[in-house]
């Protein structure tokens, strides 16, 4: 499932460190354009079509982001608690938050993902993702810890609200 495509538009949500607006400034070549969001600054050398702003992106107007953006990635995650339920619950709020931006920022037929620490709120994240698009994917990356609750919710296919 290639998500990234020359020339695309991306928007990246909780982007510091910095290291998936990199990768998805160099998938997407000079014909294409990174933004990342983050409350912290990163420290990353991008190349002239990709930046970070330090950011909240939930208070960033959608006007000033220089969309539509055909690609929407969110990577945030609460601060843990150590307590499992309510860092789950904090990670669903961040999902829908981004889904909400999103919706104001994709193309029709754009792509979202969004990490999402799996817990009582999932199914409700993943329905709200079927209101929009297309289909939607749960991924668990190889890389991910066998103990971990964290996957990846795939939206592909916006559709507008009408």
Partial sequence: MGLFKKGQRVLDLGASPGSWTLYAAEK???????????????????????EIR???AFEADPATLGGPFDLVISDMAPKTSG??????????????RALELAKTVLQPDGTFVAKIFQGAEFEEARNALREVFGKVR?????????ESYEVF???????EST
């Fill in 83 to 96: 307590q499992r339920h309510a860092d789950q619950f904090r990670s669903y709020e961040l999902v829908m």
């Fill in 28 to 50: 997407v070549g000079p014909s294409g354009r990174v933004l990342g969001l983050d409350l912290n600054d990163a420290e990353i050398a991008l190349p002239p079509h990709a």
């Fill in 54 to 56: 330090t950011l909240d």
């Fill in 138 to 146: 749960i991924i668990r990356p190889k890389a991910t810890r066998d």
């Fill in 153 to 159: 919710l795939v939206g592909l296919g916006f559709r």
